[in-house]
């Protein structure tokens, strides 16, 4: 029977690539979330426009090695 509290997991995305890619996305979100709340159209497109270059930085990682198995990449230890 598998022991359903001590189950094993993959990295499930946690690298530096993907939070990288989190963390701009989070603050462009944030951003032009505050910018349509004040009517402040420009900001709130400049803001969508980080949405897509956050997706690009993650997958620029990605392909330098720093995401879930590159060669760059250094799982952590669970706890």
Not at 18 to 33: E, P, Q
Not at 56 to 64: S, W
Request: charged share 15%; hydrophobic share 55%.
């Amino acid at each position: 029977m598998a022991d359903t509290q001590h189950e094993e997991h993959d990295a499930e995305g946690n690298s530096i690539a993907a939070w990288t890619a989190v963390i701009i996305m989070l603050v462009a979100f944030a951003v032009g979330t505050a910018a349509f709340c004040f009517d402040l159209p420009v900001v709130v497109w400049i803001a969508a426009g980080f949405e897509v270059i956050g997706l690009i930085v993650g997958q620029i990682l990605k392909r330098m090695g720093y995401g879930v198995g590159g060669h760059r990449y250094v799982p952590k230890a669970h706890s």
